[in-house]
């Protein structure tokens, strides 16, 4: 069966849901992300200072974890290892906190 004829197959509501579903084009998704900042760089410079103070402190939590990991691990022979992974934490926080360019 081909993708077409399950497609046509499906309740009018199924067929709808997919359609909804469905990924969107590679163009029209970089015109959404560039249309998003684009809104955030219009923003006041005071609001940009404020937003780069932010992520600034929480990116600063990258050597407090940093530390924290190696003094739990750092006599190990991976310690070394495991305690860059602190690195990540700031910018974790950061990215999933939307703390970039935050309104």
């Known amino acids: 069966m081909h993708d077409d004829d399950f497609i046509r197959e499906l309740p009018k509501i199924e067929q709808h849901a997919l359609r909804e579903h469905s990924p969107l084009p590679p163009q029209l998704i970089f015109k959404i ?5 684009e809104e955030e760089l219009a923003r006041s410079f005071r609001a940009l ?3 780069a103070l932010a992520a600034g402190v ?3 939590f990258s050597f407090l974890f940093r ?6 691990v750092g006599d ?14 700031g ?11 935050t309104r």
């Open 49 to 51: 200072a404020f937003s």
């Open 91 to 101: 910018f974790l926080i950061v990215i999933l906190g939307r703390m970039q360019l």
């Open 67 to 72: 530390s924290i990991f190696h003094m739990y």
């Open 58 to 60: 929480f990116v600063s």
């Open 33 to 37: 992300i560039r249309h998003e900042g």
């Open 76 to 89: 190990y022979p991976i310690g070394g290892m495991i305690s860059s992974l602190g690195y990540t934490v």
